[in-house]
């Protein structure tokens, strides 16, 4: 078995904002009331007339971890992109991006598991590296939440934001580098509290369909909450515990940015130092797949993450979707 070691990092983010006073302009919301909420102050939202597309955007996180990695796309054996964005069903954008960076021949596919989707990719493409099958693998998380939003709808369009991330994973003979434990859930029977309908056939029998807009994030705020409250605490409790750690051994608590106020309330719950628990929802709002890989990549970059620091990637999402990897630098 192979260690696997983080060969380089990278993101990407659009340079348009949506503030919440913007918000306040076009829905009866308030600064303060969002903030007081879900600690968000302003989100990234890409501009599709500047040519700002899933692909544009993986592309240049992509190329961003590269170049941190000191290697060429040719190197890589294949690329794995989580995202609930993608350009159209076929082909799969993880091709389309594999040959943006010169990665000929390398496999490529995409992963849907909605916020959870880059830590599926980053747990599989482990898997595919730790038993010798491949030998360097980019992992992308990458979503354009604008592009499905209805901004009619509060509850749903005050929260996301566009934002990439990637990561190059090697295969490395050093054995303690990599994954400890890890895990990946879903729970399919509560699919109708986030979901994206394509057609009004996709609504649950009970939505009400004078009001039904496909191609649009479908969201029960309420029931994803509690239902993300619930499994976040548990999900590092299990994790800490497989790995045989405990929270204060954990240097960087690396978390998917859904709610400010959930994130602080498990931080609290586990006596982590808000240094140890990175939180930049308020600048990049919730990200789907791009927010752990973004987060990630700003920790490296900042000098707050290095090598042989132990972290810990939490996400959750549609699906509903959960996973976590304790992972050692």
Same mark, same amino acid.
Request: aromatic residues 6%.
């Given at each position: +078995? +192979?260690?696997?070691? =983080?060969?380089?990092?990278?993101?990407?983010?659009?340079?348009?904002?949506?503030?919440? #006073?913007?918000?306040?302009?076009?829905?009866?919301?308030?600064?303060?009331?969002?903030?007081?909420?879900?600690?968000?102050?302003?989100?990234?939202?890409?501009?599709?007339?500047?040519?700002?597309?899933?692909?544009?955007?993986?592309?240049?996180?992509?190329?961003?971890?590269?170049?941190?990695?000191?290697?060429?796309?040719?190197?890589?054996? +294949?690329?794995?992109?989580?995202?609930?964005?993608?350009?159209?069903?076929?082909?799969?954008?993880?091709?389309?991006?594999?040959?943006?960076?010169?990665?000929?021949?390398?496999?490529? /596919?995409?992963?849907? %598991? %909605?916020?959870?989707?880059?830590? !599926?990719?980053?747990?599989?493409?482990?898997?595919?590296?730790?038993?010798?099958? $491949?030998?360097?693998?980019?992992? =992308?998380?990458?979503?354009?939440?604008?592009?499905?939003?209805? $901004?009619?709808?509060?509850? &749903?369009?005050?929260? /996301?934001?566009?934002?990439?991330? #990637?990561?190059?994973?090697?295969?490395?003979?050093?054995?303690?580098?990599?994954?400890?434990?890890?895990? +990946?859930?879903?729970?399919?029977?509560?699919?109708?509290?986030?979901?994206?309908?394509?057609?009004?056939?996709? !609504?649950?029998?009970?939505? @009400?369909?004078?009001?039904?807009?496909?191609?649009?994030?479908?969201?029960?705020?309420?029931?994803? !909450?509690?239902? %993300?409250?619930?499994?976040?605490?548990?999900?590092?409790?299990?994790?800490?515990?497989?790995?045989? &750690?405990? #929270?204060?051994?954990?240097?960087?608590? =690396?978390?998917?940015?859904?709610?400010?106020?959930?994130?602080?309330?498990?931080?609290?719950? /586990?006596?982590?130092?808000?240094?140890? /628990? !990175?939180?930049?929802? @308020?600048?990049?709002?919730?990200?789907?797949?791009?927010?752990?890989?973004?987060?990630?990549?700003?920790?490296?970059?900042?000098?707050?993450?290095?090598?042989?620091?132990?972290?810990?990637? &939490?996400?959750?999402?549609?699906?509903?979707?959960?996973? %976590?990897?304790?992972?050692?630098?």
């Amino acid at each position: +078995m +192979m260690g696997v070691e =983080i060969l380089g990092t990278g993101s990407a983010v659009p340079e348009g904002r949506v503030t919440n #006073a913007d918000l306040e302009k076009i829905m009866d919301t308030s600064d303060e009331w969002i903030v007081q909420r879900t600690g968000i102050r302003e989100r990234c939202i890409s501009d599709p007339g500047k040519g700002e597309t899933t692909v544009s955007l993986s592309t240049e996180a992509l190329e961003n971890a590269l170049e941190s990695a000191g290697i060429s796309g040719a190197e890589l054996d +294949m690329v794995i992109l989580g995202s609930v964005t993608g350009e159209m069903r076929c082909p799969a954008t993880a091709c389309r991006i594999a040959a943006n960076v010169g990665a000929k021949n390398a496999g490529a /596919f995409d992963i849907l %598991a %909605a916020c959870s989707g880059w830590l !599926y990719g980053l747990n599989v493409a482990t898997g595919m590296i730790t038993t010798g099958q $491949y030998k360097t693998i980019a992992v =992308i998380g990458c979503d354009l939440m604008s592009r499905i939003i209805d $901004y009619e709808n509060r509850g &749903v369009s005050i929260l /996301f934001g566009d934002a990439g991330g #990637a990561v190059i994973l090697r295969a490395t003979d050093d054995r303690t580098k990599g994954s400890i434990a890890s895990c +990946m859930y879903a729970d399919g029977s509560k699919w109708d509290n986030l979901y994206l309908p394509e057609t009004t056939s996709d !609504y649950p029998a009970c939505a @009400d369909l004078s009001i039904a807009r496909p191609g649009t994030l479908q969201m029960n705020g309420r029931e994803v !909450y509690k239902f %993300a409250v619930g499994t976040f605490s548990k999900v590092i409790a299990q994790t800490l515990e497989r790995g045989g &750690v405990s #929270a204060d051994d954990v240097d960087m608590f =690396i978390c998917h940015q859904s709610n400010a106020r959930m994130l602080e309330s498990a931080r609290d719950r /586990f006596g982590v130092p808000e240094e140890k /628990f !990175y939180m930049n929802i @308020d600048r990049h709002g919730n990200c789907s797949s791009g927010s752990v890989p973004l987060c990630l990549d700003q920790l490296v970059r900042a000098g707050r993450c290095k090598k042989g620091d132990l972290v810990l990637f &939490v996400a959750f999402g549609g699906g509903l979707t959960w996973a %976590a990897n304790l992972w050692r630098l």
